[in-house]
C-alpha cells in the first residue's frame, strides 16, 4: 500500500496551517518522554520490552478509540521506519487521512549509520518533554 510521505517542514506547516492533523508519535513511551513535538500523541506501535522490541497488539484499536478512521494523522517515529509501518497499518485497517513524515524525529541513518536525511529535531522545529493526559498513551489507551 503506497503511503504518502512528507518532510518534517511539510509535517509542521500541516499542524500548524488548522486543518485537524495530529502528529501521531508511535515510539515508545520512553522515547516519547525524552522529547517530541509539541501537541503530538504517543501511541506505540512497538513496546520497548525486557526481550526487545514488541508488537503493541492494541495499536490500531487505541487509534480508533482516540483518534478515529476519519482522523488527520501524521505517523512519525525517531528514523522512519516504525512510522511507515504504523501508516500502512492504519491504511490497511480502514482509516482513510494517513501521511506518514520522513526521517522521524532524529533522522534516517545511511548504511554506515550517517545522517542521511534530518528528522523533526535535528531540523531545529519545536521539541518538548511536557505532556498533557490525553497525549500521553496511558491517556490514550484509557477507555
Same mark, same amino acid.
Given at each position: 500500500?503506497?503511503?504518502? &510521505?512528507?518532510?518534517?517542514?511539510? /509535517? =509542521?506547516?500541516?499542524?500548524?496551517?488548522?486543518? !485537524?492533523?495530529?502528529? $501521531?508519535?508511535?515510539?515508545?513511551?520512553?522515547?516519547?518522554?525524552?522529547?517530541?513535538?509539541?501537541?503530538?500523541?504517543?501511541?506505540?506501535?512497538?513496546?520497548?520490552?525486557?526481550?526487545?522490541?514488541?508488537?503493541?497488539?492494541?495499536?490500531?484499536?487505541?487509534?480508533? &478509540?482516540?483518534?478515529?478512521?476519519? /482522523? =488527520?494523522?501524521?505517523?512519525?517515529?525517531?528514523? !522512519?521506519?516504525?512510522? $511507515?509501518?504504523?501508516?500502512?497499518?492504519?491504511?490497511?485497517?480502514?482509516?482513510?487521512?494517513?501521511?506518514?513524515?520522513?526521517?522521524?524525529?532524529?533522522?534516517?541513518?545511511?548504511?554506515?549509520?550517517?545522517?542521511?536525511?534530518?528528522?523533526?529535531?535535528?531540523?531545529?522545529?519545536?521539541?518538548?518533554?511536557? /505532556?498533557?493526559?490525553?497525549?500521553?498513551?496511558?491517556?490514550?489507551?484509557?477507555?
Amino acid at each position: 500500500m503506497d503511503v504518502q &510521505r512528507i518532510s518534517p517542514e511539510e /509535517a =509542521k506547516d500541516l499542524l500548524e496551517l488548522g486543518e !485537524g492533523y495530529t502528529y $501521531l508519535d508511535v515510539r515508545s513511551i520512553p522515547e516519547f518522554e525524552a522529547g517530541h513535538a509539541p501537541g503530538a500523541k504517543n501511541i506505540p506501535v512497538l513496546h520497548r520490552t525486557p526481550f526487545g522490541m514488541q508488537p503493541n497488539g492494541d495499536f490500531v484499536a487505541v487509534c480508533e &478509540r482516540a483518534l478515529g478512521k476519519d /482522523a =488527520k494523522i501524521i505517523t512519525a517515529c525517531l528514523k !522512519g521506519g516504525r512510522s $511507515l509501518h504504523a501508516a500502512r497499518l492504519l491504511l490497511a485497517n480502514g482509516f482513510t487521512n494517513v501521511v506518514d513524515m520522513r526521517g522521524g524525529f532524529d533522522g534516517e541513518s545511511g548504511p554506515m549509520g550517517q545522517i542521511v536525511y534530518p528528522g523533526w529535531a535535528r531540523r531545529g522545529l519545536p521539541v518538548t518533554t511536557e /505532556a498533557t493526559e490525553d497525549e500521553t498513551y496511558e491517556g490514550l489507551s484509557t477507555p
